[in-house]
């Protein structure tokens, strides 16, 4: 059976774990909301940039040095600082809707579904807030999910970090938690990942699975036998979106300020 066609998961207690970024989704999700949020004029174009600059640092060099990942962490959280807890949970579900849904990999979502119609739970586990982890959560009736979690205070956002953020080894952590408090067993649980930087979690469990992955882990993966699901109609079109992706908001930022600028008296 050719690798990208999804494979039904065997019956039996355990779990299947799915990344979100690329992953479940085409692009970073929380990219995806900050665009939606400047498009509400909740979040100013230079923040954007900002923003989209740390996510493409960290996406293309996957790198794990400290700098890199408090580059992501700082980008991630300056949008949110100030703002209630319960606003952006609303904005989460309407900029979803809007502008996010269409973006699950239609590939990806059949095996999810296998999983569920298998009666296995489904968790998400993602860098990504867990707020907006829980929205996907909810939309496509996936079983709980794990996200980077944001410090807050009497309802507010901080725009400090509450724990670390959800990425690499941290993930692997979380899982091997949440699969004993649950009582799985990770020997017959399954992972889904597009990135190399997951394999700490995708080594966790007795069934990984590389999902759009990136050249790293579609090496891995071939090495030690994996699955390989590719979803992608163009390799190239995916190789070039991230910083397609950066100079869209550069673009939109000029676009954006010419007619702010065209609108002032």
């Known amino acids: 059976m050719p ?7 065997a019956a039996g207690a355990g779990a299947a774990f799915f990344d979100v970024d690329n992953t479940l989704m085409r692009g970073a999700s929380i990219y995806h909301f900050a665009r939606g949020l400047a498009a ?3 979040f100013t174009t230079r923040d954007l940039l900002r923003f989209a600059w740390g996510q493409t640092l ?9 700098e890199h990942i408090d580059a992501a962490r700082e ?3 300056a949008f949110v600082a100030g703002h209630g807890v319960a606003d952006l949970v609303d904005l989460c579900e309407e900029i979803y809707d809007d502008s996010m849904a269409d973006r699950i990999w239609e590939g990806t979502r059949r095996l999810v579904q296998h999983h569920l119609d298998a009666g296995q739970a489904v968790w998400l586990v993602t860098a990504t807030p867990v707020e907006l982890a829980q929205i996907i959560r909810k939309r496509l009736g996936l079983t709980g999910a794990l996200g980077t979690r944001a410090e807050t ?7 400090r970090l509450n724990g ?13 938690a949440l699969a004993r408090e649950k009582g799985w067993d990770l020997a017959v649980c399954s992972a889904y990942s597009d990135s190399s930087n997951d394999l700490p979690l995708l080594s966790l469990v007795g069934k990984p699975h590389a999902v759009n992955p990136d050249g790293d882990l579609r090496r891995y993966a071939r ?3 994996w699955p390989v699901h590719d979803f992608r109609r163009h390799r190239q079109t995916l190789k070039t979106a991230i910083p397609v992706t950066l100079a869209g908001a550069a673009a939109g930022a000029v676009a954006i300020r010419a007619l702010r600028r065209r609108g002032t008296p």
């Open 153 to 159: 205070i009497d309802g507010v956002y901080t725009g």
């Open 164 to 176: 670390d953020l959800l990425h690499g080894p941290a993930k692997a952590k979380a899982v091997d």
């Open 40 to 42: 509400r004029d909740l």
């Open 75 to 77: 980008a991630a959280l």
């Open 3 to 9: 690798h990208d066609v999804p494979r039904p998961p």
């Open 223 to 225: 090495t030690h036998a």
């Open 58 to 66: 960290f996406r293309v060099t996957g790198s794990e040095q400290p």
